[in-house]
C-alpha cells in the first residue's frame, strides 16, 4: 500500500491517494494570503486508521515549505490537529 498526498490546486483540494485512488481530501480556499482549510474528509472504511492525520500533516508542511500562505482553519479536524500539533501555530500567524 502506497499513500501519497498531492495538492490539486484545480480542485482546490489536498487528495490522499492509496495506490493512486483518492480515498481523502482537505478541501481549501485561498484568501488574501491565507489557505483556508474548510473541509477534511477521509472514506468510511479508512478511517480510524490516522490516514486523516496523514492528509494534514502533509497538506501543512506543504503549504509551510512551499508558500507563504498564513492557514486558517474553519475545518473542525484541522483545527484540531492543530491545537494538537504545537509545532505548526507559526503557519498560522504568518
Same mark, same amino acid.
Given at each position: 500500500m502506497t499513500l501519497t498526498v498531492e495538492n490539486q490546486p484545480d480542485q !482546490?483540494?489536498?487528495a490522499l491517494l492509496q495506490d493512486g485512488e483518492?480515498?481523502?481530501?482537505a $478541501?481549501?480556499?485561498?484568501?488574501?494570503?491565507?489557505?483556508?482549510?474548510?473541509?477534511t474528509e477521509v472514506d468510511e472504511e479508512k478511517r480510524e486508521k490516522g490516514?486523516? !492525520?496523514?492528509?494534514?500533516?502533509?497538506?501543512?508542511d506543504d503549504v509551510r515549505d512551499?508558500? $507563504?500562505?498564513r492557514v486558517i482553519a474553519t475545518c473542525p479536524?484541522?483545527?484540531?490537529?492543530l491545537s494538537e500539533h504545537p509545532d505548526y501555530a507559526e503557519l498560522q500567524q504568518r
Open positions: !482546490s483540494r489536498y483518492a480515498i481523502g481530501v $478541501e481549501y480556499q485561498l484568501r488574501d494570503g491565507a489557505i483556508v482549510f474548510t473541509h490516514m486523516a !492525520s496523514t492528509l494534514v500533516k502533509a497538506a501543512l512551499n508558500s $507563504e500562505l479536524y484541522v483545527r484540531s490537529w
